[in-house]
């Protein structure tokens, strides 16, 4: 599956389609009421047939004939995804894993819509038909495949966006041979390696973090509902996007580079959820999850291997060199010998080491 993105020319004019996201987002709060209510009554879920079958008739309620702005399918979906947000909470209630579940949202803040086979269609040129409507988007390639679906969503300073998820035939990428690397997520360098490769993280929300503050502080100090309030928030969101997008560009340069320098690369299996409650802002700052995301995609254009390690291995703790494990490594000894064969090691490129001895021998023990 393959998703192609485009840009709306003109996104914050087209008032029909923010009306249709904000209609998604009215229908997706009332299908949340339901949901609630029937616990409520029954003591068990209320299934996605139930609720769909339920909403077709309430489009020809008066008080809901406003839904019919929206697709048939666009309502459906958002049916399919409520039921999807609970199977998922439900799901790591059981591992214990701390998710909230599916609630309620504010209007102007719900961002998108999901069409399928219908309610849209393709026109010659950069041009696409929602309804009896024509809107030019910003073509900068061929879609290429079956599309499966068609999502248009908006950000947060109300330019709206168009997915396409298509399904293409994939040609299979050859594993290839070459160098290993070991990384180890850290705090300082964003991946410390194996062969002293290493790569720092610019952190760009720490660089952003006065224009963040100064854009904070006078959206703040604007009168709630007035006009100056509103461009207050559009100077805050654009730097907050800035950032996300400069993040991201750094994630794809840095996993493209990898990718193509080596064959092997073995990393640990990251809990986010525990690093974010230990260390808070630096965490979502870093993106690490982000970043395992994209390198796994690069990889599989590149035909390199990503070998994830179990995320309760000491790699810290281990000797590299004889194997030796300490009983306790607090966090801010960042230096430590061994006791056994009196080595000096540091004590991210000491993990790095394990963690490629720990990924190549979990490779090795697969091909045998």
Known sequence: MKTYCFKLYNAKRNRKLHQQINV???????????????????????????????????????????????GSQAIQDIAERIDR???LFFRNLKRKIRTAPPKFKKVKKYRSFTLKQAGY?????????????????????????TINTVTIKRDALGDIYIYFACEQEVNEVITRTGNNVGYDFGLKLFL???DDANIESPLFFKQNSKAIKKAGRKLSSKKKGSNNRERARLVLARVHKRTANQRKEFHFKTAQDVAERYATICIEDLHIKAMQMMWGRKISDLGHSSFVNIL??????????VIEIPRFYPSS?????CGHLLKELPLNIREW??????TTHD????????????GMSTLLGEVA
């Open 296 to 305: 796994k995609h690069q990889c599989s254009k590149t035909g390199s291997k």
């Open 347 to 358: 004590r991210d490129h000491n993990a790095a080491l394990n963690i490629l001895k720990v």
């Open 337 to 342: 010998i061994c006791p056994e064969c009196k």
């Open 192 to 194: 410390t390696a194996s």
């Open 121 to 145: 269609k393709l026109l010659d040129g950069n041009k696409i038909q929602f309804g009896k409507q024509v809107y030019k988007y910003h073509k900068s390639r061929e879609i290429e495949g």
């Open 85 to 87: 947000g609970y199977k």
């Open 24 to 70: 998604a987002g009215c229908i997706y709060n009332h299908c949340i009421a339901l949901h609630k209510g029937y616990y409520r009554l029954y003591g068990k879920s209320l299934s996605t047939h139930k609720l769909k079958v339920h909403l077709t008739k309430l489009k020809k309620v008066k008080r809901f004939m406003f839904w019919n702005k929206l």
């Open 317 to 321: 703790k281990t000797c590299s060199s």
